[in-house]
């Protein structure tokens, strides 16, 4: 009895993160296949599944139509995704290295202070992140709280036009991104033993090698993955350059966005993101599972 | 080393669970009365109704009533769309509502089951039946055009008394636009309330489904494309407001919020809104049944009383569009009723048009010439 | 001629914890020294003042004329052998030993020759490309020891170097320690808390006791002649017997502790003075007969524990005094003491060691 038991407990340990992760994961991904491979209507649903299980039995009559379409305008989907990838890719990188040093900070100071740290950089994501961006536009605004400031202070006679631009963009996307950053740097870095640096220092290396030779290359699977949290998010962002940024930032998000809800069209909006996963998310994460096997 | 594992788990998991929550909960508001007749789950745009009618209505009638906000037709119908919303009175603009009932995701109204009916403008009504293509579809709300809001005394420091403040060329022609571009030019993000008044400019008919027009339409965005500020729905009422932007083509109500808004605030900044010469689109708010609704009596029920003149006139005072209720009239301020911004003038009238509702290819085209625009290729 | 390294009135405070304590001692080129105490003696603090980690509080660190005041760990001209090997897990053991050499932007070439060098010296030719993860504690103890020598440092500072390996391996281990520092001549100061250790490793001993520096000695002086009680006992076993000077009669002195005993002490004894005489357990011999000896007794055997190579006894002699007792087992003319209840012992004057106060 208590064998089995103990047997009913492992099995529930293995499958219930797999049911967990076939549910939540797997499934909706089909599923977004199956839209992608399906024929738009006006209807509720407004498509035509391609994948069915009705009174007549199962059927399955995918159309490629969806695909051929993004094929013929190419040019519509890349340019967004050009712009998507280069948002996500300096996104990645600021939040990279406003990061480190913070997650360094954190690593290295007492234990009870990185838990109180850890918690207030976990501490955004009690507000919607919306309510974040138009609390920054308050900040940015040519009328507000810094261009106030620096009028005040006799800094600057106008006001600087800070929202709009480069700058305000990517303050939104380090404010929001910054966090799934700093968490994974941190646990790789608080890992880090001390008499290593140590040891470092004493065969002769200064700061910047000890950084170069040791902590980074030690700190890499961090580094790695907290660019993974980062980057395949923000490539699918559109919210933040469209609030805080100007007229030129046409995002591959906003594109799905707009087939979705302009044009009705789900089975093009779901082919547009699985074409999004299997170019940029897939390699990543193969090219991810490759280095793990080849360091285990 | 496996303890701030652990935290740092829960902590992420935490917080993932958090921004899950965080995403529907917000506009949410629910009312409580005593004895309970019912549900009544409503879904209607974002400050869209004066501040007591709920209670009111829940007070008179006993319905508890689930008040529900979005602010963008898309959003409403893609939830429409995707079916089960649960919601029992929706309030979608004509062309939306139109394409919905094509999908199946509206119901017919039985007016004879709403009495003050007979208060609507037969007008109005009519005009929103055409673009529905339907007598019975539901009773117009609210309606409003699309024009221009500016700020009156930038506009005149940088184009002089004669500035064109009564046409689209005021931000569509190159010329002015650059002028404009230090104080800063926003534009609607919504192609088909933009578009076709683009097309007016030029001289095509606002009601052209013809690809070549839109084109065209999407050249002319694209030549004063350099000079604006952003392409944007939301923020431009607060910014037209604080003065950070001096130009803006923005729904009639939404230009009146920002005038609202500047006056409170005190802030020196007079804004004034107009509907151009060439014309304008029209849109109407309709409030209709979704076809799984369960608590259809209930939203006849409120249907009924949101007819009622002295509500109908309360509820245009507070927002400021005009109503498709002609016996409010009387009840409504004298200010909004001669305003030609808001009710206009019959010489304006003959001017303003009701845009087709597109199939999916003209959608297509719309989107594509707008995307490119917005994209800037 | 100045001493190579000098070690001048050193402290180290730790808030208000005074973790090394006013400690002088030099050294010459080439010496062994090791570092004994207990836990928390505050050897390893000093080690890390000696590597540059720790500034002192106070005090002064001479190497080869050089002071050390202000100069960084990394250029000083001293390496340090982690407890823990602090091995660079991303690295091949080739690169661990080569990290050094590198830094001193060697010519390529050179720093290969010298790693292969390296490898040879620590018997690990061929593993050079083996990541450490890979080895076992020996082994990453020889590829940390050869990393601290790559930069043939003039001082070389070993924390606890083979407290993480077995018996067997450790006593090997400590014997190729000293053919290479033989064969290097580098200087090394070498920390343990164990004391056989220090005794087989070293041309000198440091015994520490809570911050201070009690006593340097050769390891004989050490164990034969400790100066403390706390040397005494911390360095080998040793019983200790509560006397009284009576007087001096020739060549000894004569005690009164519970019975009249006869030791060797010096000059500066008077009559009536209360001292600790201690003994170490193999100068003393166990007999079942009374054999007239000087300093003999009757005792009770109280406890016994076969060693293999000897017998130790706990015993209780007169006024309950108690001593421990080592019999090697090459003296076959004590046929079988062990099987005594009672027996009697007796000690040269000349094994006694007499502690004052
Ligand atoms: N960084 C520090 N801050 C505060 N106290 C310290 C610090 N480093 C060491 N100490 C204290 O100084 C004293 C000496 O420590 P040290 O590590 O030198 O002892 P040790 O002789 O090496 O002991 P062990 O044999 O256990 O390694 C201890 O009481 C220790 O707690
Ligand atoms: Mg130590």
């Known amino acids: 009895m208590h064998s089995l038991l103990q047997k009913f407990g492992r099995l529930l340990v293995i499958w219930l993160p797999l049911g967990w992760l076939g549910i939540f994961f797997m499934l909706p991904l089909v599923e977004m296949v199956n839209v992608s491979l399906s024929e738009a209507r006006r209807a509720v649903p407004p498509y035509n599944p391609a994948f069915q299980i009705g009174k007549d039995g199962i059927s399955f009559q995918p159309v490629v139509d969806n695909y051929l379409l993004i094929y013929e305008y190419w040019e519509d989907y890349l340019w967004p995704a050009v712009n998507s990838v280069r948002l996500a890719f300096f996104s990645t990188l600021y939040c990279l290295l406003f990061a480190y040093p913070m997650a360094w900070w954190i690593a290295r100071s007492n234990k009870s202070l990185q838990h109180i740290l850890l918690v207030l950089i976990l501490m955004p994501f009690w507000t919607s992140s919306l309510l974040r961006m138009y609390a920054l536009i308050g900040l940015l605004n040519p009328n507000g709280v810094i261009n106030d400031f620096l009028i005040w202070a006799g800094i600057t006679v106008t006001p600087i036009q800070m929202m709009q631009t480069d700058f305000s963009i990517y303050s939104g996307m380090i404010l929001t991104y910054l966090p799934l950053m700093i968490l994974p740097l941190y646990a790789s870095l608080v890992r880090l033993d001390n008499s290593v640096l140590e040891a470092a220092a004493d065969l002769g290396a200064k700061n910047w090698d000890i950084f170069r030779t040791i902590i980074l290359p030690l700190s890499m699977p961090g580094v790695i993955a907290g660019c993974l949290l980062v980057f395949i998010p923000a490539v699918g962002e559109f919210v933040i350059p469209a609030l805080l940024g100007g007229p030129e930032q046409l995002m591959l998000g906003k594109v799905i966005w707009t087939e979705f809800f302009r044009n009705r069209d789900w089975p093009v909006a779901a082919a547009i993101a699985i074409i999004l996963i299997a170019i940029i998310i897939l390699p990543i994460v193969y090219a991810r599972y490759q280095d793990k096997e080849s360091i285990s | 080393m496996e303890r701030s594992n652990l935290f740092l788990i829960t902590g992420v998991i935490a917080a993932g669970l958090v921004v899950f929550f965080n995403f529907d909960t917000s506009n949410t508001q629910k009312s409580q009365v005593a004895e309970i007749e019912g549900e009544l789950n409503i879904y209607n745009w974002s400050d869209y109704i004066a501040e007591d009618t709920i209670a009111n209505f829940e007070a008179e009638t006993g319905v508890r009533v689930t008040y529900d906000l979005y602010d963008s037709n898309e959003v409403l119908e893609a939830k429409m769309l995707a079916g089960s919303s649960g919601y029992d009175l929706v309030v979608p603009t004509a062309d939306f509502l139109a394409r919905g009932r094509e999908a199946g995701a509206y119901q017919d109204m039985d007016l004879s089951k709403i009495p003050n009916a007979s208060n609507q403008d037969p007008e109005i009504q009519d005009q929103a039946n055409k673009m529905v293509g339907s007598a019975s579809a539901g009773l117009v709300y609210m309606w409003g055009s699309t024009g221009i809001a500016y700020n009156e005394a930038m506009i005149a420091e940088r184009l002089g008394d004669d500035a064109p403040t009564d046409s689209w060329s005021l931000i569509l022609n190159p010329e002015n636009a650059a002028k404009l571009e230090d104080c800063g030019i926003a534009i609607l993000d919504a192609p088909t309330d933009v578009l076709p008044n683009v097309m007016t400019y030029l001289g095509y008919p606002g009601t052209s489904t013809d690809k070549a027009h839109f084109e065209a339409a999407g050249d002319a965005l694209s030549a004063i494309r350099p000079y604006l500020r952003y392409i944007n729905s939301s923020q431009s ?126 959608d297509r085209i719309v989107t594509r010439v707008w995307n490119r625009f917005s994209a800037g290729n | ?345 007796h000690f040269s004057p000349d094994a006694t060691i007499i502690l004052e106060g």
């Open chain 2, 237 to 362: 009422i607060n910014d037209i407001a604080n003065g950070d932007i001096c130009a803006a083509i923005m729904w009639s109500g939404d230009a009146f919020q920002a005038a609202y808004r500047a006056e409170d605030a005190e802030n020196g900044h007079v804004i004034d809104y107009y509907i151009p010469d060439e014309g304008t689109n029209l849109w109407f708010d309709v409030m209709a049944i979704p076809a799984d609704a369960k608590n259809i009596d209930n939203a006849y029920k409120f249907v009924d009383y949101m007819m009622r003149a002295d509500v109908a006139a309360e509820n245009v005072n507070y927002v400021w569009y005009a109503s498709g209720n002609k016996a409010a009239k009387p009840d409504i301020d004298p200010d909004i009723l001669s305003h030609p911004g808001i009710y206009p003038t019959e010489k304006a009238k003959e001017k303003l048009f009701v845009t087709p509702v597109y199939d999916a290819k003209t």
């Open chain 3, 1 to 345: 001629m100045t001493p190579f390294i000098r070690i001048q009135n050193i402290s180290k405070k730790f808030g208000k914890l005074l973790a090394v304590d006013d400690v002088s001692f030099n050294l010459e080129r080439g010496e062994l020294f090791s570092l004994l105490g207990p836990s928390g003696c505050g050897k390893t603090t000093l080690l890390r003042m000696l590597a540059g980690f720790e500034k002192p509080s106070e005090g002064y660190i001479e190497i080869d004329g050089q002071n050390m005041a202000n100069v960084d760990p990394a250029d000083r001209p001293v390496n340090i052998m982690f407890q823990s090997y602090a091995l660079f897990p991303h690295m091949s053991v080739s690169n661990n030993i080569a990290y050094g050499l590198k830094r001193a932007s060697l010519p390529s070439d050179e720093i290969k020759a010298r790693v292969e060098e390296l490898l040879r010296l620590v018997h690990l030719s061929g593993m050079g490309a083996r990541k450490p993860s890979t080895l076992s504690g020996g082994q990453r103890q020889r590829v940390a020891l050869a990393r601290a020598l790559a930069r043939r440092p003039k001082l070389l500072l070993l924390d606890e170097p083979l407290a993480a390996l077995d018996k067997k391996l450790r006593s090997e281990t400590q014997f190729e320690l000293v053919n290479i520092q033989e064969q290097l001549g580098t200087t090394f100061i070498v920390v343990t808390h164990d004391q056989e250790e220090a005794m087989t490793l070293s041309t000198r001993i440091g015994v520490m006791d809570n911050g201070k520096l009690v006593q340097t000695a050769t390891p004989n002086e050490i164990y034969e002649k400790p100066e403390t009680r706390f040397v005494a006992d911390f360095v080998g076993d040793i019983s200790f017997l509560e006397a009284t000077v009576i007087e001096r009669t020739g060549k000894y002195w004569l005690m009164e502790a519970a019975t009249p005993i006869y030791a060797i002490g010096s000059s500066t004894l008077t009559s009536g003075m209360k001292v600790s005489l201690a003994i170490r357990p193999e100068k003393i011999t166990l007999t079942s007969q009374s054999t007239g000896h000087l300093n003999e007794f009757p005792v009770e055997i109280e406890d016994w524990a076969f060693y293999g190579a000897g017998t130790q006894y706990k015993v209780i002699g007169p006024d309950g005094i108690k001593l421990k007792v080592y019999q090697s087992h090459n003296q076959p003319s004590h046929a079988n003491p062990r099987h005594l209840e009672t027996g009697f012992v």
